[in-house]
């Protein structure tokens, strides 16, 4: 099953880093249909043929994400949008 794994370094309160991935999820959500749900700093999300986490750390948001057979085909486009909203929301 193929995988995804981003880690990307910031220097943001956890408060405000939290709330940045809150974007994050918003835009995968609103692209992809992912649902997702908080716990502690990790929030979990879903959709059929993809599941993962975004970690909220003291010093770097780390992602991770299964895809499905289906949506093998899609790896390079979902890890770019994934790439882009953290370089845009943590620089």
Do not use: C, N, Y
């Amino acid at each position: 099953m193929p995988s995804i794994h981003i880690r990307r370094p910031h220097q943001l309160p956890m408060a405000e880093a939290r709330a940045r991935v809150d974007q994050v999820a918003a835009r995968m959500q609103e692209k992809f249909g992912l649902a997702g749900e908080w716990q502690g700093d990790t929030l979990g999300f879903s959709r059929p043929g993809l599941t993962g986490s975004i970690a909220v750390e003291r010093e770097a948001i780390e992602v991770q994400a299964r895809l499905g057979m289906m949506l093998t085909p899609l790896k390079g486009v979902i890890e770019q949008e994934i790439r882009r909203k953290l370089e845009e929301l943590f620089a």
